[in-house]
């Protein structure tokens, strides 16, 4: 049951665009692979991946837009940044909940309702490159693989920050635990 919803809120969140994750979850990707690895569903996520692009890309808000959302009652900013580099700073308001460390129930435990808005970002919508958000390669971001992830779990009121900023800039709101 759990997985039709998960692909009835994929289906809603895409506009349409039909995702089944539940049969695609639960078969091998491959003929021959053996029960272990069928856990393992790189077919799976890289149509995932696919259907989610566009969806994405219109969902990508300017530091102006992200802000204003984040003042909306019920709205979470959803840091996937790792603990450490949450504990040294982070955007006012955020919650950390590591990116290692997503699954449904500690999603469901952080998000609540799968319709609540969500705004992400990640080290590399800052300009620094300095501790604690140290640049990662462009298609590595962790953006990407957190709304990726998100949808893939059913959450489709998913908002990321498209903006490069310094966060340093006090119009950020970032918050220095650092020394």
């Not at 690895?37 to 790189?42: E, F, G, I, L, R």
């Not at 080290?123 to 140290?134: E, T």
């Not at 953006?143 to 800039?169: A, Q, S």
Request: some cysteine.
């Amino acid at each position: 049951m759990r997985g039709g919803m998960i692909a009835l809120a994929l289906v809603v969140a895409l506009g349409g665009c039909a995702v089944d994750t539940a049969s695609k979850f639960a078969k091998p990707a491959f003929a021959g692979e053996d029960t272990a690895a069928s856990t393992v569903d790189y077919k799976a996520f890289s149509a995932l991946t696919g259907d989610v692009g566009a969806y994405r890309a219109a969902r990508r808000v300017s530091l102006e837009q992200f802000q204003r959302m984040a003042r909306e009652d019920g709205t979470l900013i959803l840091d996937a940044r790792s603990a450490q580099a949450y504990a040294r700073g982070h955007i006012s308001g955020a919650v950390n909940l590591p990116f290692t460390d997503f699954t449904a129930q500690s999603l469901a435990a952080t998000i609540g309702d799968s319709n609540r808005r969500v705004l992400i970002y990640c080290n590399n919508n800052f300009a620094n490159d300095v501790q604690p958000v140290l640049m990662k390669a462009p298609a590595l971001a962790l953006n990407i693989p957190t709304f990726i992830n998100l949808v893939g779990y059913g959450y489709k009121n998913i908002y990321e920050l498209r903006d490069v900023v310094d966060f340093t800039d006090p119009k950020v709101g970032w918050i220095s635990t650092a020394p």
